[in-house]
């Protein structure tokens, strides 16, 4: 079965920490797309990124990074130096064969000043 | 570009009534369009896909008499609540996939519905 696992419910940081989100998936497809989408308090789903199963290289984008392994079925995601704005909802998400998206349970940040 | 609206942005109706939400992609045209339901603090449920012209495709525990959606064209789907019941309140999504892109999907701003 697909299946998306954030075990981290809810993280609170002082600005400017690091901070990691955990997101492990469950998959049989040899092919297939991970996602990470940010949902601020207004409700709108931000894309962030997406990797697909070929493609094992980490990412960096300005303050977030995202470390991609296949052996552990994890696709992590980290923020360095967390600002205020960071505080919202991250969903990991898995798409599958059938071109639809799992949502992990989401982890909600809050970045304290 | 990719640009996906939802119409309306928030809606209260009584209980028994029924709700219409539009989900329109602006910019291009969605062979796919995807129904999402989220409860507050919990994740995205997918409720439903639909491809233009065709019968949408329900997930398990959605009933689809209860939720109809329509996808008319290539930049409109429609999902309507049908005698909504407070158990119905909720955060509404919908997102959209361009035909040659289809592991890629634009989402809306959402439909947040509250059934009195």
């Known amino acids: 079965a697909q299946k998306v696992t954030q075990a981290q419910t809810e993280i609170s940081v002082v600005e400017k920490e690091d901070v990691t989100l955990d997101c492990v998936y469950e998959t049989r497809d040899t092919t297939y797309y991970l996602f990470w989408y940010k949902q601020p308090p207004s409700g709108e789903l931000v894309f962030l990124i997406r990797r697909n199963s070929f493609d094992e290289q980490n990412e960096i984008s300005g303050r977030y990074s995202w470390n991609f392994q296949k052996s552990t079925s994890s696709f992590n995601f980290t923020i360095t130096a967390s600002q205020v704005v960071d505080s919202a909802v991250y969903f990991c998400?898995?798409?599958?064969?059938?071109?639809?998206?799992?949502f992990g349970s989401g982890t909600r940040l809050l970045v304290r000043p | 570009g990719a640009v996906v609206s939802q119409h309306p942005s928030w809606v209260i109706c009584k209980s028994g009534t029924s709700v219409k939400i539009e989900c329109r992609s602006l910019?291009?045209?969605?062979?796919?369009m995807f129904w999402y339901r989220q409860f507050p603090k919990q994740s995205l449920m997918l409720m439903a896909t639909s491809n233009e012209g065709s019968k949408a495709t329900y997930e398990q525990g959605v009933e689809k008499d209860k939720f109809l959606i329509n996808h008319a064209s290539l930049t409109l789907s429609t999902l309507t609540v049908t005698s909504a019941h407070p158990e119905d309140s909720s955060f509404y999504i919908c997102s959209a996939s361009l035909g040659t892109s289809v592991n890629e999907q634009f989402f809306g701003p959402g439909t947040r519905l509250t059934v009195l």
């Open positions: 998400a898995l798409m599958d064969s059938s071109y639809k998206l799992i």
């Open positions: 910019d291009f045209q969605a062979t796919t």
